[in-house]
């Protein structure tokens, strides 16, 4: 199996707090990227970080990137109850991609 | 831009029936589709790669007679679920690729059809 690991399964945060999210890989990647999905629907690009990267922001998301450990962490800062989704990582293989088991995180008003 | 449309986005059916889902790219051109199925809490499991003109690439395990998927048009992508059973109830998803974008490119999705076989 190509799927790396997610940790932890489900997160449940207050609003206001930061959620953070790990995903490990297990081959060598040129990018790694995380979706999210709301319950029910399709999956959602959020930031892209290539391997030539360590560190990558977008509004509220950082994303950080160690190749040598074959891991990357998504972080979301002051979470919001809009946040509440599940959380994939997803890295290529081939012309496809492997999605990770995701995070479902819960932000609580 | 770059939106996907996927019909219906649920779907009722008896068992023996088969069932038709389609996915649209709406403002793009994709030469390649991407079927999966998701199980409650649970990751996205590739069923198939659908590339427009030729037939569609099967991943182990995914019975092609059953899942039945072309991909006449740059645009558009189906799947039909033939002879349908009580276990192919779930979440079935699909994304697609630009045809403009390289493999590395993020994917588009649809949001997603659920099926429920009766």
């Known amino acids: 199996s190509q799927q790396g690991e997610e940790d932890p399964q489900a997160l449940s945060i207050q609003e206001g707090e930061n959620a953070t999210m790990n995903c490990s890989y297990k081959t060598s990647i040129n990018n790694l990227q995380w979706y999210r999905q709301n319950s029910g629907r399709g999956l959602v690009h959020l930031i892209l970080?290539?391997?030539?990267?360590r560190e990558k922001h977008s509004g509220r998301l950082r994303v950080t990137l160690d190749t040598s450990k074959k891991s990357s962490s998504l972080l979301i800062t002051a979470s919001r109850a809009a946040d509440t989704a599940s959380y994939f990582c997803?890295?290529?293989?081939?012309?496809?991609?492997?999605f990770g088991p995701g995070t479902r995180l819960s932000v609580l008003p | 831009g770059a939106v996907v449309s996927q019909h219906p986005s649920w779907v009722i059916c008896k068992s023996g029936t088969s069932v038709k889902i389609e996915c649209r790219s709406l403002d793009f051109q994709a030469t390649t589709m991407f079927w999966y199925r998701q199980f409650p809490k649970q990751s996205l499991m590739l069923m198939a790669t659908?590339?427009?003109?030729?037939?569609?690439?099967?991943e182990q395990g995914v019975e092609k007679d059953k899942f039945l998927i072309n991909h006449a048009s740059l645009t558009l992508s189906t799947l039909t679920v033939t002879s349908a059973h009580p276990e192919d109830s779930s979440f079935y998803i699909c994304?697609?690729?630009?045809?403009?974008?390289?493999?590395?490119?993020?994917?588009?999705f649809g949001n997603g059809t659920r099926l429920t076989v009766t």
């Open positions: 994304s697609a690729r630009n045809l403009t974008s390289s493999y590395n490119s993020p994917l588009h």
């Open positions: 659908s590339n427009e003109g030729s037939k569609a690439t099967y």
């Open positions: 970080i290539r391997s030539n990267e």
């Open positions: 997803a890295q290529n293989y081939g012309q496809n991609f492997v």
